[in-house]
């Protein structure tokens, strides 16, 4: 597609759900990341996923989340047993890779998905 | 560990008016670094990245410029207009194999008619 597009762009749920936000980046681009961000705040870094590995998965908060790119393409990030903490708005980014040159390394970020945690 | 740091956290300007947003950061140890707009409600549009052995970057009436010795780097926004304001982001990527941005907190400008 033109661009990174998000889904769903709102979401809310209650408190002890599960939820899935959806990510389709860039068509060719090999890299993709999750970030979080909080209102007033930057975004924060969860997770890389260069191909269909997570290379660095430093950023996720607990074990209740969790991020897949089976087909190194689309991903997932799923939230298990969701607690207030955990709204914010969720962006996900894609680039063509991590090579050296200045086309490969700029990051471009989709709309984001708005999450709510009642 | 590497912070972000955006100085002012908001300004205010009339329109027509040259200015400057700062970003610091605490390790140079970054391969480079990124400004980002980003609008109420919106996600983030790339404005320009600067590699860490480049000094500057222009687009249009921005311009950036990276000093990694001393940590730091300016985004100047020539000739303001009330279509600028938005939230202006700043991130680095740090060294290492992944591709992980750390970013500031932004700072909120308003450019008034």
């Known amino acids: 597609g033109a661009g990174v597009s998000q889904t769903p762009s709102n979401k809310v749920t209650e408190k002890g759900k599960y939820v899935e936000l959806r990510c389709d980046p860039i068509s060719g681009h090999t890299a993709l990341y999750w970030y979080r961000q909080s209102l007033g705040q930057g975004p924060e870094f969860l997770i890389y996923f260069q191909g269909t590995g997570a290379a660095d998965d430093s950023g996720l908060p607990n074990d209740r989340f969790f991020a897949v790119r089976p087909e190194g393409s689309v991903s997932t990030l799923k939230i298990q047993r969701t607690e207030r903490g955990d709204s914010a708005v969720y962006l996900c980014?894609?680039?063509?890779?991590?090579?050296?040159?200045?086309?490969?390394?700029?990051?471009?970020f989709g709309p984001g998905t708005r999450l709510t945690v009642l | 560990k590497q912070e972000v740091t955006q100085i002012p956290a908001a300004l205010s300007v009339p329109e027509g008016e040259n200015l400057v947003l700062n970003c610091s950061f605490t390790?140079?140890?970054?391969?480079?670094l990124q400004w980002f707009r980003q609008d109420p409600g919106k996600g983030l549009t790339s404005l320009l990245l600067i590699q860490s052995s480049q000094r500057e970057q222009t687009s249009g009436r921005l311009n950036a410029s990276l000093d990694k010795s001393s940590g730091r780097s300016t985004l100047y926004i020539a000739a303001s207009q009330p279509g600028d304001s938005a939230t202006y982001l700043c991130a680095v990527r740090v060294r290492g194999n992944t591709g992980k941005l750390i970013f500031g907190q932004g700072t909120t400008l308003q450019v008034k008619p």
């Open positions: 980014a894609s680039s063509q890779g991590l090579a050296g040159d200045r086309l490969y390394n700029e990051q471009f």
């Open positions: 390790d140079s140890a970054i391969y480079n």
